[in-house]
């Protein structure tokens, strides 16, 4: 249990231990540790410094290489050992509580894990370690908790609270991961395979029954009674789903609310009894949305549980965040909770010249966590024990020379996913490659972006950093077309570099914390009507911005005489080929589309979205039409030769032209659909249908600009 810079934090808990003894003896309890005296231990250990907090999911058990021994090191080997020297303080072990009630350590009452993945269809070249690991007499968890306290560094146990891995399950193709419990009470669970539920996950077991909250309290009660662990972290984030009412579009009621937190109090209750027979406490760390309300509306009461003392270490956000870092810093300390900020690894989609998930990237996250006033770092899917995030994000100070870069936007998953109108308490913005924001004519663009670099204490250390904004703007070809600012500052010298503008900056224009950019369009810059502000033309495959759909071995894409073939030939589940171009049309313009096209076969689509309204253009071999508005539609065949279909929207109207002819009309109903996604697209089918076509170009011309990605750069010479 190690901490950076102020020793470890096993001899914090050993001195703290024999100082609690002493003064136990001295009031005439020998040998015993009062209630109070443990909370004090308890409140101290949780501020202790431990740097990161590095979370393992497990998957080296349950994936464990088939061409290796197993034995105990071989198990550390994989993401543990090399953590020895590294700045991570604590180990938060997850025995793989996916599906609910299926784990890989040694349960008596949960559903020990020994299902093959090669038996489901999955990584044929693993195996299963688990039973082998147990048989052994030291299970992953034992094996991990023995590591962690031979090297000084604490070993949390996390749980999964409700991971639905396991929504892939069906009765006719079982799922690896969906436990027999699901099977034996599907009456538990928020939905079925057949009644999916809107938000979350339908194999979501529901809280609101008293059985699955004491089978939870139950699986966590065993861990701690039965392993020298030094914390539990209760992951609520993986996956944000507890309830049916809310699963079915609600929001918890104050009942369900009030169960959870019930479960909370039961959680704490018996960690205390624990940690005083053994006399050192068991800290509860729980990762939650970064928001009370949104938080509340799920179920989790994590204000309360704040309040009512039932936290220790407070682990905010996931692969969405809400709110900016001091948020949760403020929330916690308000109750004399340690903040530990996720930093997932990022999913973001569609990104070019810069990389969240490179190291520059986490480290500009970290020091923006460390700068809002964090006490640490928890990273989340991260699993290299070797990776250069272990051995420099735990420490502020080291980071200070080193090359940073900060994102206006890191995660960009959508709170609406989990909980009806989610987003709502969306407080920060989300400016990334697959969520593009829209600059118009008259509309400057305004962004906050945070930088927590500490400049004064570079140069204290000997670093003169060089500073640049970089902003995406895919459609801008010299920098006169825009005008930037910068807190109000006019940022002259910026160049465009193969759709990035680079505006050199200087350090002390910055703040430490929030900075605003303000992007706005130099009128007389808007395109003519020969311009294209996008275009892809069959020389090649269409490049970065645009990214295609995974696909299937079902479809195929190739070039050939001057086209590209674009082919599904399946109708499963994911059997569609797209690609796609996050763009920022705006309802209030006028945007125009053309796509040269040959249909072979089948259905293809060219589809536009402006964040308000979705249509498509069905191309069939007879006919073309609008699948929204399936009755307006033209006969025609489209497979004689290729064709040029022009497709203009402004406001609600929609047309569309065939080699130059009005052939579909549709006033006042383009209007719904676009679910805030900007966007074209164009390509085959979807998963219940087939199609072929050849394509020769796509294009299109808006008078907005769309702004992908938005950064700041720091190196240092």
Known sequence: MRAIQCGPLVVAAACWFVTGQAAAQQEGVEGTMSQEQLREMRRELAFEPRGIIANNDGCDALYY?????????????????????????????????????????????????????????????????????????????????????????????????????????????????????????????????????????????????????DLAFRYIEEVCRGYDIDGIELDFFRHLCYFASVANGGVATDEEREAMTGLMRRVRAMTEEVGLQRGRPILVAVRVPDSVEFSRDMGLDVERWLQEGLVDILIASGYFRLNPWRYT????????????????????????????????????????????????????????????????????????????????????G???????????????????????????????????????????????????????????????????????????????????????????????????????VEIALEPGEMPGEDEWTIQWDAGEKPAAPWYRDPGSERTEERLEDGAMLIADRGTVSGDYHYYRYAWGADQSERVVVEARVKVISGSSFVIVMNGVAQERLGLYPDHIDLYSNRDIRYEMDTTDDFHTYRIVTEGEDLQVYVDGELRLDAPGQYSSGGQGTRQLAFGAANSGWVGEAMWQQVRARLASQSCRDMLVSVTYD
Not at 445 to 458: I, N, Q, T, Y
Request: glycine share 8%; charged share 25%; proline share 6%.
């Open 414 to 516: 959508d709170p609406n996913r989990w909980l009806a109108g989610g987003a709502r308490y969306l407080n920060v913005p989300v400016l990334t490659p697959g969520h593009p924001m829209t600059i118009l004519p008259d509309q400057p663009l305004s962004v906050d972006l945070p930088v927590g670099e500490d400049f004064d204490m570079a140069r204290e250390a000997g670093g003169e950093p060089t500073v640049t904004l970089h902003v995406e703007l895919p459609g801008v070809r010299r920098a006169e077309q825009v005008r930037v600012a910068l807190g109000g500052r006019l940022i002259e010298g910026g160049q465009v570099n193969d759709g990035w503008l680079d505006c050199p900056l200087q350090a002390d224009w910055l703040e430490r914390g929030r900075n605003t």
């Open 65 to 213: 290489p088939k061409d290796r021994e197993i034995t105990v090191q071989n198990f550390l080997d994989r993401r543990t050992t090399a953590l020895a020297d590294s700045q991570v303080g604590t180990i938060a072990y997850c025995t793989i509580s996916s599906g609910f009630s299926n784990f890989t350590h040694d349960t008596k009452i949960g559903t020990v894990l020994t299902r093959e993945p090669a038996d489901y269809g999955l990584l044929p070249q693993t195996r299963n370690a688990t039973r082998h690991l147990i048989d052994l007499g030291s299970d992953c968890l034992r094996s991990v908790v023995d590591f962690g306290h031979a090297h000084d560094m604490e070993v949390f146990w996390s749980m999964r609270m409700n991971d639905t891995h396991d929504v892939a399950h069906t009765p006719e193709k079982p799922y690896l991961l969906f436990p027999p419990l699901k099977e034996e009470h599907p009456e538990w669970l928020v939905g079925d395979h057949v009644k999916r539920t809107s938000y979350g996950r339908w194999s979501s077991v529901d809280y609101a029954h008293e059985e699955i909250r």
């Open 329 to 412: 810093v403020e929330l916690g300390h308000r109750h004399g909770v340690a903040v530990y900020p996720c930093l997932t690894d990022s999913r973001v989609q569609g990104e070019t010249r810069f990389r969240r998930r490179s190291i520059e990237g986490y480290r500009g996250r970290a020091m923006n966590a460390w700068a809002a006033g964090a006490d640490g770092i928890h990273t989340f899917n991260l699993f290299s024990p070797t990776s250069a995030v272990f051995r420099e994000v735990g420490d502020r100070r080291g980071m200070a020379t080193l090359n940073k870069l900060y994102f206006a936007t890191v995660c960009d």
